[in-house]
């Protein structure tokens, strides 16, 4: 027997309390909410009860009796009046925003939207029920163990990213059980972790696993939205991949993973959702109150403003769609344990109203959160708005995907002119880019690869996209790939230019790895995972994008990964956590923090600088450090080989560690001592890394040889 009392305005959402459940959700412009509640498998509600009271905008009841697993939504009454921007239709079974638990699929139905589809007069408005169509939300049980105990506080130097998908990257695997293949519990499978572990990556970033739809142009193609890039509710994690443990899978996974000292960083879409622009589904807060949640245009509200190029945009100006976030970003940090979060077109959040600012409500709101402000906060810096890129524009505390070290690494290893100044800085850190805002190394996030756009693999292998798959006649996805083939687009079996592209890739990846910064690895490039070419495959579910874990075209490079990342661990020079300057340690020595250095031994000048078809350079870096090793990083882009004059300038003697020309990096058995003033030799297309001893094991004057 059901009872129903007022209840209370928050927290919003359904919270179960050991007797019964309050009901909360927000609306400023309704008139009346309607709760809905389902037994499993009906077809409609058996129960309707008006919430009874509400208060400051949030409708709200108590109803004894009810208990987890009990599925709802609501249908809310209000003014349908698209032209000041009101969109309300009781006849759609709208999803509750704070739902923790989604039961069912979208079913696609032109009874999904408010409006009448396909009619001249858009704003008709369309009376059909959609709950048949609808998932619904759950009821849960209370988080009685929350897992904020088991977020790590490794610092973002110590830090090494792999970015992943869920399914894709545990589909293949043939030691996780079949039945556990794609799911948040393969995660956690013993061979995951340990290959994880052996790469030496510290955090795996995953890409949306907040509740998603697949858009219904690819439903109708065939497709699906694989990567996850269409939200549907930011609280509910994607049913599609709970499997038979479900929530409780996950939540294990994540523990399993920290415990293993690897953090995961939830991919979060807080810039719209799946219900497109005006002429898309409605599906919750669309129906609930489209006024409030999304950025209207001001001189037509019929409209929203897209800044994202997907239809809308949320309103993070209103305060309970910034609760929404803030509250929705707290969850997975508590009751998941999830350790960061990278925010996907992130300049849509700090539009206030239409203007990007580092001091918007929403950056301020994160850094005073005493949940949110020691979580690690990564941004995409851009979105398609106005002013929408805004690289090293972010405030302290934040990093970012740096695509400019990306676009400088690629475009250096494959020849192009103009890219030595460009690639230094990346190398340095990006300090022209991150330094003005008062930030260290630890804000570029650098990476020549990633979900969106080529691998690794394929950044090697072709010059054009590959796309159509996708269904789009190859016009979707970008043509600025700064890609190479070396001599044939795609597969080949020519054994030179398959050596070319496996030293042009770990070339690529020791970049990254020697850079300053925070390196990013993406899901399977340490095993040559190709996308044939697919620079956009969001909508490939299948072989395209899950990794091949039987089949590998470069067996050495995952140990020339893991080499590397050792590497960094090992060498403190690597892993600064203050920009290099160039500027001399001490007035009276000539040792700088970095040393840049011509072919022939003498730091380069103005003139080495300004030429364009420069392609061979020296970095050392240590001089500062006097109880870590000293590096000198010799890089020769060029396809002959050249000498390689060691500076007297930055002393010696030097031992050669790492070299790309070998399949695993490492430089193994007996060592030469190189002394200052020695040639070495320096292969096409390679990069050799030296050390020499601490400077505190030289004493005074080391500097000068």
Request: aromatic share 8%.
């Amino acid at each position: 027997m059901i009872g129903i009392d007022d209840g209370v305005p928050a927290p919003l959402g359904a919270h179960f309390d050991g007797r019964g459940v309050n009901f909360a959700v927000f609306s400023e412009h309704a008139t009346a909410v309607d709760l809905c509640l389902f037994e499993a498998g009906e077809r409609h509600e058996h129960q309707t009860i008006r919430l009874p009271c509400r208060t400051d905008d949030v409708w709200h009841c108590y109803l004894r009796g009810v208990f987890p697993g009990q599925l709802y939504g609501y249908r809310v009454h209000g003014p349908w009046d698209p032209a000041q921007g009101h969109r309300f239709n009781p006849a759609k079974l709208l999803l509750d925003p704070y739902a923790r638990e989604i039961r069912g699929r979208l079913r696609w139905h032109d009874a999904l939207y408010g409006h009448r589809r396909a009619l001249q007069r858009e704003d008709q408005i369309d009376r059909r029920d959609s709950a048949i169509h609808m998932p619904k939300a759950v009821v849960t049980a209370p988080d009685i163990a929350a897992q904020s105990h088991a977020v790590s506080r490794r610092p973002l130097a110590e830090t090494v990213i792999y970015e992943a998908h869920v399914k894709a990257l545990t589909q293949r695997h043939p030691a996780v059980p079949e039945a556990e293949r794609g799911t948040y519990a393969a995660l956690a499978h013993p061979a995951i972790i340990e290959h994880l572990l052996k790469l030496g990556v510290t955090a795996i970033e995953l890409l949306p696993i907040q509740s998603f739809v697949d858009d219904r142009f690819l439903v109708e193609k065939g497709l699906c939205n694989f990567w996850g890039y269409s939200p549907l509710n930011y609280f509910a994690p994607e049913p599609r991949y709970l499997g038979p443990t479900g929530i409780g899978g996950l939540k294990a996974a994540i523990r399993e993973l920290a415990a293993a000292e690897i953090e995961v960083y939830l991919d979060v879409v807080y810039n719209h959702t799946a219900e497109a622009d005006r002429l898309g589904p409605t599906l919750s807060f669309r129906g609930i109150d489209n006024a409030s949640y999304y950025k209207l245009d001001p001189a037509d509200r019929r409209r929203d403003l897209d800044c994202t190029g997907c239809g809308n945009t949320l309103d993070l100006d209103h305060p309970r769609v910034m609760q929404l976030v803030l509250d929705s970003l707290r969850h997975w940090v508590t009751a998941y344990g999830v350790a960061g979060f990278r925010f996907d077109l992130a300049t849509c959040l700090g539009r206030t109203p239409h203007d990007f600012s580092r001091k918007a409500a929403f950056f301020q709101a994160v850094a005073q959160d005493p949940v949110l402000a020691s979580i690690k906060m990564i941004a995409e810096p851009w979105d398609i708005g106005a002013g929408g890129y805004q690289l090293g524009g972010y405030p302290k505390g934040w990093s970012e995907w740096n695509d400019q070290f990306r676009d400088s690494v690629r475009g250096f290893w494959r020849g192009d002119p103009g890219m030595l100044a460009k690639v230094t800085q990346g190398l340095s850190g990006s300090r022209e880019i991150f330094g003005p805002s008062g930030r260290a190394p630890q804000a570029s996030i650098n990476y020549v690869a990633s979900h969106d756009g080529y691998t690794l693999a394929d950044v090697v292998a072709y010059e054009d996209k590959h796309n159509l798959a996708n269904g789009e006649d190859n016009r979707d996805g970008h043509g600025h790939n700064l890609s190479r083939n070396y001599g044939v687009e795609g597969e080949t079996e020519d054994p030179a230019i398959l050596a070319l592209r496996h030293r042009q890739k770990r070339n690529l990846l020791a970049t990254i790895l020697l850079a300053q910064g925070v390196p990013m690895l993406l899901m399977g490039d340490e095993r040559s995972r190709s996308q044939k070419g697919n620079n956009n495959a969001y909508a490939q579910d299948n072989e395209t994008n899950w990794v091949d874990w039987e089949n590998d075209p470069d067996p050495g490079l995952a140990s020339f990964v893991a080499n590397l990342t050792r590497l960094r661990r090992e060498q403190p020079a690597l892993r600064r956590r203050a920009f290099l300057t160039g500027n001399p340690i001490d007035p009276d020595e000539a040792l700088r923090d970095v040393h840049w250095l011509s072919p022939n031994g003498e730091e380069m000048d103005a003139r080495d600088w300004g030429d364009d078809n420069r392609q061979t350079f020296g970095m050392q870096i240590g001089n500062d450090l006097p109880e870590a090793d000293r590096l000198l990083v010799l890089v020769n882009a060029a396809e002959a080989a050249c000498d390689f004059t060691l500076a007297l300038v930055v002393g010696g003697p030097w031992v050669a560690i790492f070299d790309t020309t070998r399949p695993i990096g490492q430089v193994q058995g007996a060592q030469a001592l190189f002394l200052p003033g020695t040639r070495i030799r320096l292969d096409g297309r390679s990069l050799l890394v030296l050390r020499a001893r601490p400077a505190a094991a030289y004493g005074a004057g080391f500097a000068r040889g």
